[in-house]
């Protein structure tokens, strides 16, 4: 259940690496993992965020059972890197840029929700030196497979879930674009509190998006919650919780949640 490494030089910060080159670099993990080199250029030159995979799991949602297959396709790839260059990359910039990696330099562990290709975990591995960094992510997958060579080289570790994390004084939980695919997000975000406990949150959520693994309803205490309404009943769980939003970024991605002392 654990992918453990020692922490190592990684050279230069993966947020500054040109797109050409790391994409070479991550597609050339995923074929020493066992897989086709231009099979996996191929497809991510003719995906499509809205194509087959997209219209294969909203079938399944109007058929009332969600096909998590989706996220073990070898062209999900292509949807976890292009979640990578819109979105997570530019988090974890304002993350350093804006001094929040200065703010939050004394927590112990770092926690990756739903690491994807493991891009987002080396970056919080540079931006947080000094903690240890985790990233949940699950066996049988590409992403999962390049994110385990990542970790070899960025020091960081991959786990199952939040239960393998062990116990620390403090943590900060990054998720970027996670809570979503979760049809019960309140359920899960409790989950993660009362297991970790963290002292900080970095979230960045798009309940109202469309997207593969994202839900057009959710569900809390057994009711439905149309995906408009969701992200007010999540902030107001994160309040509920103790904790405060003290930074926003662009457009309110990601929000800093901090934990209230006393």
Known sequence: DLYTS???????????????TLFADIVNRAADAGYDEADLRSMVKSFSPTGPLFDRWYKSIEKGNPDYGVYSEPIYFAEAYGCWLEYSRGYIQAISKTGIADELSDVDVVVDLGC???????????????????????EGSIQYDVACSLAKDYGFKIVQDVSKIP???????????????????????????????????????????????????????????????????????????????TWKGWNNKPKLWKKHEG
Do not use: C
């Open 6 to 20: 020692e922490r190592s030089n990684a050279g230069t910060s993966i947020v500054a690496r040109s797109k050409k």
């Open 116 to 138: 994807g290709l493991g891009l987002t975990t080396a970056g919080l591995a540079q931006a947080f030196p000094n903690a240890q960094v985790y990233g949940t992510n699950i």
């Open 167 to 245: 116990k620390s004084k403090k943590i900060l939980v990054f998720a970027s674009e996670y809570f979503e695919h979760w049809q019960n997000p309140i359920e899960h975000l409790s989950e993660v509190m009362q297991t970790l406990d963290p002292d900080a949150f970095i979230i960045a959520n798009t309940f109202t998006g469309d997207g593969i693994g994202h839900f057009p309803t959710y569900i809390d205490s057994n009711k439905a919650i149309d995906r408009e309404s969701i992200g007010r009943v999540f902030g107001q769980r994160m309040r509920d919780g103790g904790y405060e939003a």
